[in-house]
């Protein structure tokens, strides 16, 4: 039986011979044979193109955190030096903190009635750790007026100084004082630790504001500031006429 050419024309036709055997005749379609030839060898170079594409992505990742690890253990260095010297700090503090329970000298705080004294307190303005500068009095809001003024470091390598600020304004016997809830309802002492805190390695911006006196010609402003343990460090007082 024979089949015509057109329906043949899409297979291929093989016959095998095996020694004494008979002829096999064997039919294959091109389409498959053509798979077999080119898909065979673009999955095999799709395979190894993927392979090889994983490889280098893993490889990168491997050198980015080679080149991050030095980084983060240079950040952690630089963490636990600060660490360090926060602990340091912390230690000199409380060093001077046991020294002070056990000495008292008479000095400029024992004029400081309004400030009640802790034992061991010490008048340590001579060193001038910190300046005012650049002070300015002002029309403050809801008929107030306002001192403003920068605490600058004036540390001789910018250590960081902390501690807290008190501004007085006394006129004609009347007391007022910033900030206005430095003394608690049932005491009459002011503690030093009730001032507006600050830390600062370069300066710190202030504005403190008190109900406007009867006179506004020559006014007067003292600034106390204490360290973080208790010692006097700035005394500074400002007088100077109201800029509108």
Do not use: C, W
């Not at 090889?52 to 630089?78: C, D, T, V, W």
């Not at 600050?198 to 911006?205: D, G, L, N, Q």
Request: glycine letters at 4%; a positive charge.
């Amino acid at each position: 039986m024979f089949k015509n050419k057109t329906e043949n024309s899409s297979k291929l036709s093989f016959i095998l011979y095996e020694q004494e055997s008979a002829p096999k005749y064997f039919e294959v379609s091109k389409r498959y044979l053509q798979a077999l030839i080119v898909g065979l060898p673009l999955i095999s170079l799709i395979s190894i193109i993927s392979v090889m594409g994983l490889l280098i992505y893993f490889k990168n990742i491997k050198h980015s955190l080679q080149l991050r690890e030095p980084k983060i253990i240079e950040a952690l260095k630089k963490e636990n030096d600060v660490l360090k010297k926060e602990k340091s700090a912390f230690l000199i503090q409380n060093t001077n903190l046991q020294k002070k329970l056990l000495t008292r000298e008479d000095s400029y705080l024992d004029s400081l009635d309004l400030f009640k004294n802790i034992p061991g307190q010490i008048d340590q303005t001579g060193k001038n750790e910190l300046i005012v500068e650049n002070p300015v009095i002002r029309h403050g809001k809801d008929k107030k007026i306002q001192l403003d003024f920068n605490l600058t470091n004036n540390t001789k390598n910018k250590e960081r100084v902390s501690g807290y600020v008190f501004v007085l304004l006394k006129e004609k016997g009347l007391l007022q004082y910033y900030p206005s809830d430095s003394i608690p309802e049932n005491q009459s002492q002011i503690f030093f630790n009730k001032g507006e805190f600050f830390a600062t390695s370069r300066f710190r911006p202030f504005k403190a504001t008190f109900y406007s006196p009867q006179s506004l010609k020559d006014l007067t402003f003292k600034i106390i500031v204490f360290s973080n343990t208790g010692d006097l460090i700035l005394r500074k007082v400002i007088s100077s006429k109201l800029e509108n």
